[in-house]
């Protein structure tokens, strides 16, 4: 499955699928932070502990990366903030149940923002900025979801602090713009995001599935 971006190198660092959690795994996530801190350098000089840092990262997000799964670490070199981004394309469109779980996971303490919005590759989509608490955690994330005619594609970027999920968001917003994948065809009629909006228009509480 080829996921396919544009991005920032100075703020995005991919991770490829295939990239195991082992010692060949991390030496690569070792090699791509130094290369990252090599190609800002002349913005910000990142020192060992940020690199390292940024090394632990990208081995973490090394495991959510598959065939049918981009992952990509956001980093903003000042004042450090990182923020994982996972892209996933699945062969089947998810349930009602299964979306609403996605766009407004019972762990939300507000209502999400939800908005609808079009890419030039993917076609109509939905998107929602949600805070949740789990664990004695409280944490913001923006959800994408793409609903095409048989197939579908899910984005997350974070969790990160909530103050922070809107520094980190154009750089996503970047990438979901661009995003274009193998084997997914958008819906014309766009009649997944159009139910989403709806639904999200008339209901004050969660959905009724």
């Known amino acids: 499955m080829n996921i396919r971006y544009s991005y920032d190198t100075h703020r995005v660092i991919p991770v490829p699928p295939g990239t195991a959690d082992d010692e060949a795994g991390r030496a690569w996530a070792v090699t791509a932070a130094e290369s990252y801190a090599a ?32 992952a990509a670490l956001i980093f903003l070199p000042e004042p450090q903030i990182a923020a994982p981004l996972t892209i996933t394309y699945s062969p089947e469109r998810p349930s009602r149940a299964e979306q609403e779980d996605f766009l407004w996971p019972r762990s939300c303490l507000l209502r999400p923002v939800h908005r609808e919005l079009a890419t030039e590759r993917l076609g109509a989509g939905s998107t929602v900025a949600i805070v949740q608490r789990t664990q004695e955690r409280t944490f913001a994330e923006r959800r994408w979801l793409f609903l095409g005619a048989e197939s579908s594609i899910a984005a997350v970027v974070g ?5 922070l999920l809107s520094l980190v968001e154009p750089l996503a917003d970047a990438i979901i713009d661009s995003l274009s994948v193998d084997d997914y065809v958008p819906d014309a009629a766009a009649l997944g995001a159009r139910d989403i909006a709806q639904a999200f228009a008339r209901d004050e509480e969660r959905w009724a599935v």
Not at 159 to 163: F, I, K, L
Request: hydrophobic letters at 50%; zero cysteines; glycine letters at 0%.
């Open 39 to 70: 190609r800002i350098r002349a913005e910000v000089d990142l020192d060992a502990v940020a690199v390292a840092r940024i090394a632990q990262l990208v081995t973490d997000l090394a495991r959510a990366a598959t065939d049918r799964r981009s």
């Open 159 to 163: 969790p990160v602090p909530v103050p």
